[in-house]
């Protein structure tokens, strides 16, 4: 093999043959479930176990984003919405209509992350209506996190069975 050979295979666009694919949707929702609005969710339990100063950094580290997402909705929420609808359409189309796989994976990953910006943002609203602090804190952060999980398991249930749709249906067709 060439380098051209070997630099094509590397950057396939069948995405959902691609080992990375499957290590950057792993990573993805990972990450996702780990950083609850900013916040790792290891400092959620230490502050539940510890309290004191682990739960005033929590405290103020759940300010501090709820604050950043409030001002960003406020200020650009609309346009970052009809942005965020523009692409995911766009990627909607080019997939399902055209048949780009690469759109496909792209949709699949995203579209999911904005349900969760969406359920991010209404936890980030709930704590600053009701000024959560300590133990209703913990709660609200963990039930987000849970949401969160649910969102990512079926997700990834769905881009798996897709995929494995689209490799088999490619399998058979070429």
């Known amino acids: 093999m060439d380098l051209i050979d ?3 295979e590397l950057i396939d666009m069948r995405s959902f043959s691609n080992l990375w694919f499957w290590i950057a949707l792993a990573v993805v929702w990972s990450s996702a479930s780990h950083w609850v609005l900013g916040v790792p969710i290891d400092l959620v339990y230490r502050a539940g176990r510890k309290g004191g100063q682990a739960e005033r950094d929590l405290e103020d580290l ?3 984003n709820v604050n950043r997402m409030l001002y960003i909705t406020e200020v650009s929420g609309v346009w970052l919405l009809g942005f965020g609808c523009f692409i995911l359409s ?9 048949d780009v796989e690469f759109a496909q994976a792209v949709f699949l990953l995203s579209f999911p992350l904005t349900l969760v910006g969406l359920v991010s943002l209404a ?3 709930r704590i600053e209506r009701e000024q959560i602090t300590g133990a209703d ?3 609200a952060l963990v039930r987000c996190r849970l949401y969160i999980q649910m969102i990512g398991t079926i997700a990834i249930f769905v881009t798996a069975m897709w995929g494995m749709f689209q490799n088999l249906r490619l399998g058979f067709l070429g």
Not at 90 to 98: E, I, K, M, T
């Open 123 to 125: 936890t980030a609203i």
């Open 6 to 8: 070997t630099l094509v």
């Open 62 to 64: 759940v300010r501090v």
């Open 137 to 139: 804190l913990r709660k």
């Open 90 to 98: 766009g990627l909607f189309v080019l997939g399902l209509f055209y």
